[in-house]
C-alpha cells in the first residue's frame, strides 16, 4: 500500500523515527488527509488559515468587543 515497512511504521508511531517527505505523502494519500494534518493536526484552508484558527479567532474578536462595551459603561458611570 505505502511501501513504507511495518518496522518504519513502527518507528514513527512511537516517535523513535520521523517519515521522510515522499513517505508522509504517501501516509497521507492513504489516510486521505492533507500532509498538514498529519504533520499539525490541522487542517489548513486556502487562505493559510485553518478552521479552528478561524473559529477562535470569532470567539476572541467577540469578548473584545464585550469587554469594550463593559469600559464603555464604566467610563459613562464615572464620569457621570
Known amino acids: ?3 513504507i515497512n511495518n518496522k518504519t511504521l513502527r ?3 512511537t516517535a523513535k523515527a520521523e517519515p521522510d517527505l515522499v513517505s508522509l505523502s504517501r501516509l497521507a494519500d492513504l489516510y486521505k488527509v492533507s500532509t498538514d494534518w498529519l504533520i499539525t493536526g ?3 484552508s486556502g487562505s493559510g488559515r485553518s478552521e479552528e484558527a478561524e473559529a ?3 470567539r476572541l474578536k467577540d469578548k473584545l468587543k464585550a469587554r469594550e ?3 464603555r ?3 459613562e458611570l464615572v464620569s457621570e
Do not use: V
Request: aromatic share 16%; glycine share 16%.
Open 1 to 3: 500500500m505505502t511501501q
Open 56 to 58: 477562535e479567532i470569532g
Open 42 to 44: 490541522f487542517e489548513f
Open 11 to 13: 518507528g514513527y508511531e
Open 73 to 75: 459603561g464604566i467610563r
Open 69 to 71: 462595551q463593559i469600559i
